[in-house]
C-alpha cells in the first residue's frame, strides 16, 4: 500500500482519503489596543497572504477560527485551524520531500505580523501531531519504550484511533444512519489486517474533550476504534491517515477527522477484564469491574482474530 503524501488513496462504498495540510492557528496582539478582531479581515488577509506568498489558494471555508472570550494580555485572541487542500502540484518531480515544503509553510506562516485596519496581530502557526507522521512516530518510539512487556513479548501500540467521521458514511445504505461494524470493517480492511474494532456514535463531550474536538457534533459523527494484527500493520495504516480527509464521491464535505492511537491497550484490557470475569470471585467483588474497559469488551468479539462476525451481533 505504498503510496506519495500527495496521492489520494481510493477506498470502498465512494469513500477515499485526500491529502492536506492542517495548520493550527494562534491569534495574538501586538499592540496596546483593544478593539476586537474581526473575524473577516483576518480570514481575508490570510487568503491574501497564502495567494502572494505561495500561490496557493485557500477557500475561506477552510479557515476556522474560534475568537476567546475575555483572553488576558499574554493569551491568543482567537484559535483555529487553516486546510491547504490542493496538493496536486506536490507530485511533481521537484518536490522530492514534501515534509521539507510544509515545513517551509510553516516557517512562512509563523511569526507573521499582521495590520488588520490598524491594529496589529502576530499569528501563531504549527502542524498539530496527529498530521505528523514523523512527529507520531517519535512519540510512539518514546511509548514503546517505556511500555514495558506483556506475556513475554515488548508491548508495541497496535489500536488506531479516529474521530470526527461521519456516522452516515459508515452506515448501512437505506437502513440506517448510525455507523455499521460491518460496514466500518469493509471500509479500514483496505488499511491493513484488523483484529479488533469498536464504533460508535461521538459525543465530542467528556472528561478528555479539549478544543481540538470542538467542531464535533453529537450523533453526526463517530468514533472508531481499530485494532490491526500487529503493530507493522498499524504502523503502516497510521501512515496512510495521517495528513488526509476522508471525501465521499458526490458530496462536498470534506470529513477532517483526527487520527491518534489508543494509549490505554483498551482491547488487550478486555481481554484481561474477561479472564478475571473468569475467576471465582464473590458478588460484591464482581461488582466493583465495571469500567471503561467493560464497554469495549462487550464490542471486542464482534469480529475476532478471524475477522468473523458473532453470531449474537445484530446490526
Known amino acids: 500500500m505504498a503510496m506519495s503524501k500527495s496521492e489520494t488513496l481510493e477506498l470502498v462504498s465512494g469513500l477515499s482519503l485526500v491529502p492536506r495540510l492542517k495548520l493550527n492557528l494562534s491569534v495574538h496582539r501586538s499592540d496596546a489596543s483593544v478593539k476586537p478582531l474581526d473575524e473577516w479581515q483576518l480570514k481575508t488577509s490570510l487568503i491574501d497572504f497564502f495567494n502572494a506568498s505561495l500561490s496557493i489558494i485557500v477557500p475561506e471555508d477552510d479557515i476556522r477560527l474560534r475568537k476567546l472570550t475575555k483572553p488576558t494580555r499574554q493569551d491568543p485572541v482567537a484559535r483555529g485551524n487553516l486546510f491547504i487542500r490542493d496538493l496536486g502540484f506536490l507530485s511533481s518531480p ?4 514534501v515534509s521539507d515544503w510544509k515545513k517551509m509553510v510553516v516557517d512562512m506562516v509563523d511569526g507573521v505580523n ?3 485596519a490598524g491594529v496589529k496581530f502576530k499569528l501563531s502557526a504549527q502542524v498539530p501531531q496527529s498530521d505528523d507522521f514523523d512527529a507520531l512516530s517519535k512519540a510512539l518510539e518514546e511509548v514503546s519504550a517505556f511500555d514495558g512487556y506483556s506475556r513475554g513479548r515488548k508491548r508495541e501500540p497496535d489500536t488506531i484511533v479516529l474521530r470526527g467521521v461521519p456516522s452516515r458514511w459508515f452506515a ?3 437502513v440506517s444512519s448510525k455507523p455499521s461494524m460491518l460496514v466500518t470493517h469493509t471500509i479500514l480492511s483496505a488499511l491493513g489486517r484488523i483484529r479488533n474494532l469498536d464504533v460508535a456514535e461521538d459525543d465530542g463531550i467528556g472528561k478528555d474533550a479539549d478544543e481540538d474536538t470542538a467542531d464535533i457534533v453529537p450523533g453526526l459523527q463517530c468514533k472508531i476504534v481499530v485494532r490491526f494484527e500487529d503493530h507493522r500493520e498499524f504502523s503502516k495504516a497510521l501512515k496512510v491517515l495521517c495528513g488526509k480527509s476522508l471525501q465521499k464521491q458526490g458530496s462536498r464535505l470534506k470529513a ?12 488487550r484490557n478486555a481481554r484481561s477484564q474477561i479472564e478475571e470475569h473468569s475467576r471465582p470471585t464473590s458478588k460484591d467483588t464482581a461488582g466493583s469491574y465495571r469500567s471503561e474497559s467493560d464497554r469495549y ?3 471486542a468479539p464482534r469480529f475476532s482474530e478471524n475477522n468473523t462476525r458473532s453470531k449474537r451481533f445484530k446490526e
Open 256 to 267: 477532517d477527522y483526527e487520527v491518534s492511537w489508543d494509549k490505554d491497550y483498551i482491547f
Open 114 to 116: 499582521l495590520s488588520l
Open 297 to 299: 469488551q462487550l464490542h
Open 94 to 97: 521537484k518536490f522530492q520531500h
Open 172 to 174: 448501512e445504505t437505506r
